[in-house]
């Protein structure tokens, strides 16, 4: 990701800045337009043409539903803009996948495309089609400059790493929006926050994963193991939100207002409450674009589960192109549907419980998502579960508890709600005093 390049990043934003601010108010989203495709072309300049592709025909298609709007032909062009999105998407990201199964399936030899896959397409699919729908819906005003359009689909703070920006939330702010020097410093503190989350954090408690990682197979203790997964997870953790914080923290010194993308998710007590915590800009993108149109849960409980199991195979394939996604989409599908029929009223009613449980099986999810196949994951969990018959805890696992524990115990006290309201009441002693 080209926020992995710090020193790209602090060359960059300064002079991004400096022009946006410098221009008159009618060209700044023409100057935002030029700065992120440069800031995409930085890293991938290859893809360019799929990009501006991506940016043309949702604003075509978008002016032909508005036009044809009540009319059968406007279900039509939203239906060939989807098709447009998701056949871009599926060639570049899922052909290799799909043809890899049917040689494995079928024992043919057909020869993969071995396509690499674009920065950030995932996200900027999405947003696009977002749009298209958004305008179908009449939920969202056409927008009739390529420009404004071109600038909501490629915004660079969120283009690689989100957070998914639906177009009937920002659309208005495309158009206009207002800046301020305290809004500008709230973006810059922000950023700083989730740089430090980045580089301070996910960085250095990556170092242990990935020593666990390089571990032989028959060296991995269950406490190894769980050391090492835990690291995975606050690593996961701080990467991505620290990633959405950046994001959001540029978005505000530009003028704009991004959702929030996490909401510390590790103190959620059930799975459900987790996925409304964590990469929240995805789970409401499913929610209203594929979970409510398959009907959601107004056509009965035998319906809602089979939607709940849809939105979760997608949203597992949305994740990455291979299998171990798959199954690590309907892992947390089983686990949902699970507490949807039963457990939630007994998690919701038992917190302390409901963590452990929530801590739990996260974990082992986590484990699957990270594996390059379903059997490293299983071995993987073996260890964790103590099925090799390694010993519970070895002097090389207390050797690393003990060069990483203060960065893990800062990593908890992070993941939490704490020093956030530590700061806010020192600010609001503070201002009490003066």
């Known amino acids: 990701m080209l926020f992995s390049s710090v020193p790209f990043l602090f060359y960059f934003l300064p002079a991004a800045l400096l022009i946006y601010f410098a221009a008159p108010r009618q060209l700044k989203n023409a100057v935002l337009l030029l700065a992120s495709l ?51 998407l599926g060639y570049f990201k899922y052909a290799d996948f799909f043809l890899s199964s049917v040689n494995a399936v079928t024992g043919f030899s057909l020869p993969l495309l071995k396509l690499s896959l674009p920065i950030g397409i995932s ?26 359009f071109g600038t909501f689909v490629t915004l660079f703070p969120q283009l690689i790493a ?19 020097p ?37 060296e991995l203790t269950t406490a190894g193991a ?21 994001a959001i923290g540029m978005g505000q010194m530009l003028g704009f207002h991004f959702p929030e993308n996490f909401n510390y998710p590790y103190i959620s007590a059930s799975i459900t409450e987790f996925w409304r ?19 959601g849960s107004r056509k009965g409980k035998a319906r809602q589960l089979l939607n709940i199991l849809i939105v979760w195979l997608a949203t597992g394939l949305w994740h990455g192109a291979a299998w171990t996604f798959v199954l690590w989409g309907l892992w947390f599908a089983v686990l949902l549907l699970l507490e949807k ?27 699957l998502f990270d594996a390059d196949s379903a059997a490293q994951a299983v071995s993987r969990i073996s260890a964790m579960l103590g099925a090799g018959g390694l010993p519970l805890s070895s ?24 020093p956030k309201m530590i700061v806010a009441k020192l600010r609001k002693s503070k201002g009490a005093a003066t």
């Open 38 to 88: 440069f800031f995409y072309a930085w890293g991938e300049p290859k893809y360019m043409l799929l990009m501006l592709v991506s940016i043309v025909q949702g604003y075509g298609f978008g002016l032909l539903i508005e036009k044809h709007r009540g009319q059968k032909a406007s279900k039509v062009f939203l239906t060939l803009s989807i098709l447009v999105s998701l056949g871009l």
């Open 123 to 148: 996200f900027y699919t999405f947003q696009t089609m977002s749009y298209t729908i958004d305008v179908y819906r009449d939920d969202a005003k056409v927008q009739r400059s390529l420009v404004n």
């Open 162 to 180: 989100g957070p998914i920006i639906k177009y009937k939330d920002l659309g208005d702010q495309i158009d206009h929006r207002t800046h301020s």
């Open 182 to 218: 305290e809004q500008f410093a709230s973006g810059v503190q922000i950023f700083v926050v989730g740089l430090a989350k980045k580089v301070l954090l996910a960085n250095n408690i990556g170092k242990l994963w990935d020593t666990i990682l390089a571990l032989p197979a028959g």
């Open 226 to 246: 769980w050391l090492g997964v835990a690291a995975f997870a606050f690593q996961l953790y701080f990467d991505f939100s620290g990633y959405s914080d950046m």
């Open 277 to 295: 915590r964590w990469h929240m800009s995805l789970g409401s993108w499913f929610r209203d674009y594929l979970y409510i149109p398959l009907g």
């Open 341 to 367: 029929l039963a457990l939630l009223p007994v998690l919701e009613k038992h917190r302390v419980l409901g963590h452990v449980y929530t801590l739990f099986f996260v974990t082992l999810g986590f484990v």
């Open 395 to 418: 002097a090389q696992a207390v050797y690393y508890l003990k060069s990483y524990g203060p960065l893990l115990v800062l990593g908890i006290l992070c993941a939490t709600p704490l």
